[in-house]
């Protein structure tokens, strides 16, 4: 006897490529009326301290970086200050992020290669953003995305892995996850869609038990039943409570 998470991958196995088009963009206009208000959640202010941040968020959590970036920017707010900073000063403070070691020579070079190049101003294009030290398409995408409105997809764990449950992507690796999800989607699409969609993996469908049982695009979903079915047991799951649809005050419920 098939599983409910059999049965569910078996419904769409047979889809056409244009059943999979409709279907993934029914999933967008889902998570955008759940998570209206989906953003980047590293703490920045310009495009310096996002490219920064996103490249200390590597291997470790947006809650952990944003507790040590207010220290880091009070210490060094721009590319000049951070690119002549004793790496060994700047070690301390993001130790917290874990491989602190890498991370300081990547940031500290970063902003040395900034000042050297780009008159100590983060570059808009991709071709100049991923010749950074730490900075690959991830990196760059998110700070293209949310500082210069240059639409991207920032592949990470979170969105590669609800690609592949959604089954937009059968690979596992990012460049190719990118360009198979670029095909879903119209280009202005691509940066709100990968915050909804990290949202969504953030606070429903995680990693280890995704909570079935609670997810709005179940019905929509290949993988539905690799987690928590029942509605009350997949609710005390949820990271955060899903969004109230209140258009006048444009916040979530917490």
Not at 32 to 45: S, V
Not at 181 to 192: C, N, S, Y
Not at 220 to 228: I, R
């Amino acid at each position: 006897m098939l599983s409910v998470a059999e049965k569910s991958r078996r419904r769409f196995l047979e889809e056409t490529s244009l059943g999979r088009t409709r279907r993934a963009r029914k999933i967008h206009r889902i998570l955008a009326d759940t998570y209206p208000t989906a953003h980047a959640e590293l703490d920045h202010r310009n495009a310096y301290e996002l490219l920064v941040a996103t490249v200390l968020s590597a291997q470790t959590t947006d809650i952990r970086v944003n507790g040590v970036t207010p220290a880091l920017f009070a210490a060094y707010p721009d590319a000049a200050a951070l690119a002549s900073a004793q790496r060994e000063a700047v070690e301390e403070i993001i130790r917290p992020t874990g491989f602190y070691r890498a991370k300081a020579k990547s940031i500290v070079g970063l902003a040395q290669e900034l000042v050297t190049r780009f008159d100590g101003e983060v570059p808009g294009n991709l071709t100049d953003l991923v010749t950074l030290p730490g900075v690959g398409r991830k990196t760059a995408n998110v700070v293209l995305g949310n500082v210069f409105d240059v639409p991207g997809l920032t592949i990470d764990t979170h969105f590669a892995r609800l690609a592949r449950r959604f089954l937009w992507t059968e690979s596992t690796d990012a460049d190719r996850i990118e360009r198979d999800v670029q095909e879903l989607f119209p280009r202005k699409d691509w940066t709100m869609l990968s915050h909804r969609v990290i949202w969504h993996g953030r606070r429903i469908c995680h990693a280890r038990r995704p909570a079935c049982g609670a997810c709005p695009i179940s019905a929509l979903c290949p993988s539905y039943g690799e987690g928590e079915l029942d509605p009350e047991q997949a609710r005390g799951l949820l990271r955060f409570e899903l969004a109230d649809q209140d258009p006048a005050a444009g916040k979530e419920s917490r």
